[in-house]
């Protein structure tokens, strides 16, 4: 039966609004097709049931295993042990040293024992390297001499295990807790022999008491693990279906049918979604829940119940299903756009790993000690929805109510772009029906070179980022300490802007592209964009401040941070100022802004992607830098930086608004401790170093809305989809 019959049947579409039967038939026949497939119905009904029930069963096991297992220990030297109080007892540690199980077993060896030409130090060793004892105690001569007793620090034993060796590892953790023992009954003996009271080693006792409600500390260990696994279970949930949804009909020869019918793209993507999204919130319910009545019985059974688990509130895990859809219908949206990109399953998956280790790091983010719902944590995707679900389970309704409008909108634009990025893969024949031609290293090669653009193409700009934030993590980890002086300085900065900047921009323009200046987009603009923006740099600058001071605000900056750059800023103020903004305002405005509003724009702006020449460029510039404050603020000023590049279609003005930007920046402490008239109306000396006058700061944001007025009056150049050759 035709998978799109009814479609087919229907009269011609007389509108292009998206109609609600439609996206139902589809969403019905995805999944009737799915819930036929026994691959789905294992992995996502039958496989949760089964894995969190083995996977129990399996840790009773394990537990039994190592509650049988009798820890062997050899204690060479007992004689040498004359001390009061007793540590042994016959051929054992005495009863109230030891934790009270059978399952220690202990062999008394002398030094006379060992065999002859063997030493105690290469015998001890043997034992333990061969697993015939899994620790050995060591007690030397003279262990109990008048001067050398076991209260005195010489009196030195020794216990010898192997790392490599878990046994060896409990063993020696079971020794050194029954010598702390013996050693705290020593020094007690010996202080009552000696008439102290050992209550003046213990002056004061205190009580630990936990405030929370009841239901707090039940949900302490379940709001924290049991959203974590929804998530991840959500996220994987979306991806089988998603692959089979679209790469899969494409090897059916089922995908053509259906784009073939009435039914609209925007259509066809809101039912395939429905159905990933259903997929999606089933396998992480059912996850959830044979994971709850697994863990209650294992825990109950292998004794480590208590109240730091608890058993989950079932009425404030509620949350997590509400929360659980637009998480659902997120991942869900994204994988569908990865995966209609594939031209098979098989490489559907190869495409779906990366995204899944792109957005796993945010759904671990909320499990770091101190992480907790707040204005900045609310502003990261995913994150943000996980500490919120966190909040109304464990009761803070308070705080959950507060962030909520931020974890909302943060959540609905991420699921938006999500969903539109899916729309324009099904919108884009390229991408469902292109790439079907076999690819041979050498034909490539031949293709690079002999079909070079003036510009470079949307993949070579995505490789020419993603080698120079690949550049720029390894030349950060290779720098051993921050520089503390101008050659140290100037050293850096070149190494970084040049060599993992501006280098790999230049020889991936000279050997791909056929023009340097068309593919950095080196060109004259109208005269009057150049003072605009140096004003705009200028204007803009009180803005930027603020901007970073509320990013400082909401992420703030570790002690540990601030000391390791102290240095550094020391020497910014004792430099010569030409030097300072020659290194840190002309080179970096120069270098980056060839490298990303130049080659990587000139490359993302091409087929129409004005949006996203914007938005990645902005993201991989902000990325470039070191500290997270920095790269928001950074990230926030490649924003206006690519609009700008866009409206003016050059390089140009952007190399002119970020060098202003960043001479200001380092220049502003200078400028408002020197003796220039009229600089006292600009600048004011604070506790927190130089800042802007008020007056200055309202009078420069009309300023800069008249600059922003004048690049909106422009008219963006016309871009060749094919040749990327720009045009007034």
């Given at each position: 039966?035709?998978?799109?019959?009814?479609?087919?049947?229907?009269?011609?579409?007389?509108?292009?609004?998206?109609?609600?039967?439609?996206?139902?038939?589809?969403?019905?026949?995805?999944?009737?097709?799915?819930?036929?497939?026994?691959?789905?119905?294992?992995?996502?009904?039958?496989?949760?049931?089964?894995?969190?029930?083995?996977?129990?069963?399996?840790?009773?096991?394990?537990?039994?295993?190592?509650?049988?297992?009798?820890?062997?220990?050899?204690?060479?030297?007992?004689?040498?042990?004359?001390?009061?109080?007793?540590?042994?007892?016959?051929?054992?540690?005495?009863?109230?040293?030891?934790?009270?199980?059978?399952?220690?077993?202990?062999?008394?060896?002398?030094?006379?024992?060992?065999?002859?030409?063997?030493?105690?130090?290469?015998?001890?060793?043997?034992?333990?390297?061969?697993?015939?004892?899994?620790?050995?105690?060591?007690?030397?001569?003279?262990?109990?001499?008048?001067?050398?007793?076991?209260?005195?620090?010489?009196?030195?034993?020794?216990?010898?295990?192997?790392?490599?060796?878990?046994?060896?590892?409990?063993?020696?953790?079971?020794?050194?807790?029954?010598?702390?023992?013996?050693?705290?009954?020593?020094?007690?003996?010996?202080?009552?022999?000696?008439?102290?009271?050992?209550?003046?080693?213990?002056?004061?006792?205190?009580?630990?008491?936990?405030?929370?409600?009841?239901?707090?500390?039940?949900?302490?260990?379940?709001?924290?693990?049991?959203?974590?696994?929804?998530?991840?279970?959500?996220?994987?949930?979306?991806?089988?279906?998603?692959?089979?949804?679209?790469?899969?009909?494409?090897?059916?020869?089922?995908?053509?049918?259906?784009?073939?019918?009435?039914?609209?793209?925007?259509?066809?993507?809101?039912?395939?979604?429905?159905?990933?999204?259903?997929?999606?919130?089933?396998?992480?319910?059912?996850?959830?829940?044979?994971?709850?009545?697994?863990?209650?019985?294992?825990?109950?059974?292998?004794?480590?119940?208590?109240?730091?688990?608890?058993?989950?509130?079932?009425?404030?895990?509620?949350?997590?299903?509400?929360?659980?859809?637009?998480?659902?219908?997120?991942?869900?949206?994204?994988?569908?756009?990865?995966?209609?990109?594939?031209?098979?399953?098989?490489?559907?998956?190869?495409?779906?790993?990366?995204?899944?280790?792109?957005?796993?790091?945010?759904?671990?983010?909320?499990?770091?000690?101190?992480?907790?719902?707040?204005?900045?944590?609310?502003?990261?995707?995913?994150?943000?929805?996980?500490?919120?679900?966190?909040?109304?389970?464990?009761?803070?309704?308070?705080?959950?109510?507060?962030?909520?409008?931020?974890?909302?909108?943060?959540?609905?634009?991420?699921?938006?772009?999500?969903?539109?990025?899916?729309?324009?893969?099904?919108?884009?024949?390229?991408?469902?029906?292109?790439?079907?031609?076999?690819?041979?290293?050498?034909?490539?090669?031949?293709?690079?070179?002999?079909?070079?653009?003036?510009?470079?193409?949307?993949?070579?700009?995505?490789?020419?980022?993603?080698?120079?934030?690949?550049a720029l993590f390894f030349g950060r980890l290779a720098a051993t300490s921050v520089p503390e002086d101008l050659a140290g300085i100037t050293k850096m900065i070149l190494s970084s802007q040049l060599g993992?900047?501006?280098?790999?921009?230049?020889?991936?323009?000279?050997?791909?592209?056929?023009?340097?200046?068309?593919?950095?987009?080196?060109?004259?603009?109208?005269?009057?964009?150049?003072?605009?923006?140096?004003?705009?740099?200028?204007?803009?600058?009180?803005?930027?401040?603020?901007?970073?001071?509320?990013?400082?605000?909401?992420?703030?900056?570790?002690?540990?941070?601030?000391?390791?750059?102290?240095?550094?800023?020391?020497?910014?103020?004792?430099?010569?100022?030409?030097?300072?903004?020659?290194?840190?305002?002309?080179?970096?405005?120069?270098?980056?802004?060839?490298?990303?509003?130049?080659?990587?724009?000139?490359?993302?702006?091409?087929?129409?992607?004005?949006?996203?020449?914007?938005?990645?460029?902005?993201?991989?510039?902000?990325?470039?830098?070191?500290?997270?404050?920095?790269?928001?603020?950074?990230?926030?000023?490649?924003?206006?930086?690519?609009?700008?590049?866009?409206?003016?279609?050059?390089?140009?003005?952007?190399?002119?608004?970020?060098?202003?930007?960043?001479?200001?920046?380092?220049?502003?402490?200078?400028?408002?401790?020197?003796?220039?008239?009229?600089?006292?109306?600009?600048?004011?000396?604070?506790?927190?170093?130089?800042?802007?006058?008020?007056?200055?700061?309202?009078?420069?944001?009309?300023?800069?809305?008249?600059?922003?007025?004048?690049?909106?009056?422009?008219?963006?150049?016309?871009?060749?989809?094919?040749?990327?050759?720009?045009?007034?």
């Amino acid at each position: 039966m035709n998978r799109s019959h009814d479609l087919l049947t229907q009269p011609e579409r007389t509108s292009n609004k998206p109609r609600f039967s439609a996206i139902l038939l589809i969403y019905v026949r995805e999944m009737r097709d799915q819930l036929r497939d026994r691959r789905t119905l294992f992995t996502i009904a039958l496989l949760p049931i089964m894995l969190y029930p083995l996977v129990g069963t399996l840790l009773l096991q394990i537990a039994q295993f190592t509650q049988q297992h009798t820890t062997t220990v050899c204690v060479v030297g007992s004689e040498n042990i004359q001390g009061v109080p007793p540590l042994l007892e016959g051929d054992a540690f005495c009863e109230h040293y030891t934790d009270g199980s059978n399952n220690l077993s202990l062999l008394l060896r002398g030094v006379d024992d060992l065999a002859e030409g063997d030493t105690l130090a290469d015998a001890t060793n043997r034992w333990v390297r061969d697993g015939t004892f899994d620790a050995v105690l060591i007690f030397p001569p003279h262990f109990s001499e008048p001067d050398s007793n076991p209260g005195d620090p010489k009196a030195t034993a020794q216990v010898l295990y192997s790392v490599a060796s878990d046994e060896s590892q409990i063993a020696m953790n079971r020794v050194t807790d029954i010598l702390n023992n013996w050693k705290a009954t020593c020094v007690a003996e010996s202080l009552a022999a000696s008439g102290i009271d050992m209550k003046m080693l213990e002056p004061f006792q205190w009580d630990n008491v936990d405030l929370s409600p009841e239901r707090t500390r039940e949900a302490a260990f379940w709001s924290k693990m049991l959203p974590f696994i929804m998530l991840v279970w959500a996220m994987t949930g979306a991806f089988y279906p998603a692959i089979d949804l679209v790469a899969g009909e494409k090897e059916r020869g089922t995908l053509e049918t259906l784009l073939c019918s009435p039914a609209l793209r925007s259509e066809i993507v809101w039912g395939k979604l429905g159905a990933v999204a259903s997929f999606s919130m089933l396998t992480a319910i059912l996850n959830a829940a044979s994971m709850l009545l697994t863990s209650s019985f294992v825990f109950q059974q292998i004794g480590v119940s208590g109240a730091s688990l608890g058993a989950p509130p079932l009425i404030p895990m509620l949350w997590l299903f509400v929360a659980l859809i637009p998480l659902s219908c997120l991942f869900s949206a994204l994988a569908l756009a990865v995966a209609a990109m594939a031209r098979s399953s098989k490489e559907g998956q190869y495409y779906l790993m990366p995204l899944m280790m792109v957005t796993l790091p945010l759904v671990l983010l909320p499990m770091l000690p101190g992480m907790n719902l707040s204005a900045g944590t609310s502003l990261i995707p995913v994150t943000g929805m996980f500490l919120l679900v966190r909040s109304l389970v464990e009761g803070q309704y308070g705080d959950a109510l507060l962030h909520l409008p931020l974890v909302f909108g943060v959540t609905a634009g991420c699921l938006w772009l999500a969903v539109t990025w899916a729309k324009r893969q099904f919108e884009n024949e390229a991408v469902l029906f292109g790439g079907q031609e076999q690819w041979e290293l050498g034909l490539w090669v031949k293709h690079l070179w002999r079909d070079r653009q003036p510009v470079s193409t949307i993949a070579q700009a995505y490789a020419c980022g993603a080698i120079i934030l690949v550049a720029l993590f390894f030349g950060r980890l290779a720098a051993t300490s921050v520089p503390e002086d101008l050659a140290g300085i100037t050293k850096m900065i070149l190494s970084s802007q040049l060599g993992f900047i501006l280098a790999p921009a230049l020889l991936m323009s000279v050997m791909l592209t056929t023009s340097l200046r068309t593919s950095f987009r080196i060109r004259l603009p109208h005269w009057l964009c150049f003072p605009m923006a140096v004003a705009l740099g200028l204007t803009m600058h009180p803005l930027y401040l603020a901007l970073g001071k509320w990013i400082e605000y909401t992420y703030p900056v570790s002690d540990k941070a601030v000391q390791a750059m102290q240095p550094f800023l020391e020497q910014i103020e004792t430099v010569p100022w030409f030097s300072i903004v020659f290194l840190m305002a002309l080179i970096p405005a120069l270098c980056e802004e060839l490298a990303f509003r130049g080659f990587i724009f000139g490359g993302l702006v091409r087929q129409g992607g004005r949006l996203r020449a914007i938005v990645v460029t902005a993201l991989m510039f902000g990325i470039s830098h070191g500290f997270l404050q920095q790269s928001i603020a950074a990230s926030c000023m490649g924003i206006l930086l690519g609009w700008i590049a866009l409206r003016t279609g050059s390089v140009l003005p952007c190399i002119l608004v970020h060098f202003t930007n960043n001479a200001l920046s380092v220049s502003m402490a200078r400028l408002s401790e020197s003796n220039v008239s009229g600089m006292h109306l600009f600048f004011t000396t604070t506790q927190n170093g130089a800042a802007y006058q008020p007056v200055w700061f309202l009078l420069s944001t009309g300023l800069a809305i008249t600059c922003l007025l004048y690049f909106a009056t422009l008219r963006s150049p016309v871009i060749d989809s094919n040749a990327g050759v720009n045009s007034l």
